[in-house]
């Protein structure tokens, strides 16, 4: 069976733009998949980040230092951009005028006026497939979750609790970078940052916060400059955001956080729901582990902590008795992108698709009303649009 090919460029060529290639070099994991990403050009300001690129990935045939020559470029299908929080208003709109289709970064924008610009491209584009980049859900045990919310298993919801933390900012001796400044990263802070992946799954499940109070954490307040001196942290470290959700037939609360100085983790992403029929929770910190608590009236109630099978979204060569990890999460996400780009949203293989538009500009309503609450210390009502 032939494959379909789809040829990509990438636009930043950072860290996560060589994970995008360690995926695509890993795409004979997958088993059964009609469809393959080939990176043929990339784009980065910096040379020596394209020449990683093009001295590593032999699919790569041109490089470029200017964006628009890459979207001038007829070989280049879609883009996947990785690029600090600033700039994503404009390279997205220009990417989708182009008619290329995008995975971008959260969190699409770095505030809501340049969310809102990204969306009125997107209006005006239809035929576009834009995608936002969150991999985490694409675990097995999250997937397992996911399953379990969509049969109604939980019953009345109780209570709900998501995160994504980080220690690599606990050394006040570590330098300043791009995400402590106002004018790269914007106001969000680490709510920018981290925060799509944390809402990504409620905002699927359709658990809109009605409101929010945040308590945001400015924890190290000046970082080195890398030349001999100190320069001000300008942006969150940390934020716990305590919402009410509304839906037609329950109310329950959902409390979100977003850390950038969490001691002890890494990369630690976590969903946790309370029901009266069904609790359940799973953590990057434990990727092999699911607990559960099914629930009787009358009967006793036990956590069941058991193994998460190595069984993804998409079918790969790698037997259940092994380990998934980020890298395998990257490649289920692009596979999902790709998968619907090849045959749309309704003829993808399995149900799941990446974090759409929609789901974005919804982390944009909360991050903003967060901000407002942590001005006066109110909670503060979003407006959803509806």
């Known amino acids: 069976m032939s494959k379909r090919m789809i040829r990509f460029g990438v636009i930043g060529c950072g860290l996560m733009g060589k994970e995008f ?11 059964g998949v009609g469809f393959e990403p080939r990176i043929v050009a990339v784009c980065d300001a910096n040379p020596a980040a ?3 690129f093009t001295r590593q990935v032999p699919s790569v045939e041109r490089a470029y230092g200017d964006y628009k020559e890459l979207l001038a470029d007829d070989a280049v299908e879609a883009v996947y951009c990785a690029v600090p929080h600033h700039l994503h208003a404009q390279l997205y709109v220009d990417i989708i005028e182009a008619g290329k289709h995008l995975l971008g970064e959260k969190p699409f924008g770095i505030d809501a006026a340049a969310n809102a610009r990204i969306g009125a491209a997107l209006a005006a584009h239809p035929g576009v497939v834009v995608r936002c980049s969150s991999e985490f859900p694409f675990y097995p045990g999250a997937q397992q979750v996911v399953q379990w919310v969509n049969e109604g298993r939980f ?3 109780i209570e709900v609790e998501a995160g994504f933390w980080h220690a690599s900012d606990l050394d006040p001796a570590k330098p300043i970078n791009w995400k402590r400044r106002i004018a790269t990263n914007g106001e969000y802070g680490c709510m920018g940052d981290l925060g799509m992946h944390v809402l990504h799954l409620p905002l699927r499940f359709g658990w809109r916060p009605a409101n929010v109070r945040a308590l ?3 924890i190290v307040p000046e970082r080195p400059d890398g030349k001999g001196g100190t320069v001000p942290c300008e942006t969150w470290d940390n934020a716990i955001l305590a919402c009410d959700v509304r839906t037609e037939d329950q109310r329950f609360p959902m409390v979100l956080s977003t850390k950038r100085i969490a001691p002890g983790h890494a990369n630690t992403w976590f969903i946790r729901i309370q029901g009266t029929e069904l609790s359940a ?3 990057t910190k434990h990727p092999k582990q699911v607990a559960s608590l099914p629930y009787s009236p009358g009967r006793p109630q036990a956590w069941h902590i058991v193994d998460a099978p190595y069984k993804s ?22 596979a999902a992108f790709c998968d619907e780009l090849a045959h749309g949203a309704d003829g993808m293989s399995q149900p799941f698709r990446c974090a759409t538009p929609e789901e974005a500009l919804g982390s944009h309503r909360v991050f903003t009303a ?4 942590e001005r006066d210390g109110s909670t503060v009502a979003i407006d959803w649009g509806n």
């Open 155 to 157: 019953g009345r919801i």
């Open 313 to 334: 979204a998409y079918g790969t060569i790698t037997g259940g008795i092994f380990e998934f990890g980020f890298s395998d999460s990257i490649l289920q996400m692009w």
């Open 50 to 52: 394209t020449e990683w």
């Open 21 to 31: 290639a360690s995926a695509a070099a890993r795409w004979l994991h997958l088993e």
């Open 281 to 283: 929770e799973f953590s």
């Open 216 to 218: 945001l954490s400015k």
């Open 370 to 373: 967060a901000l407002a609450s």
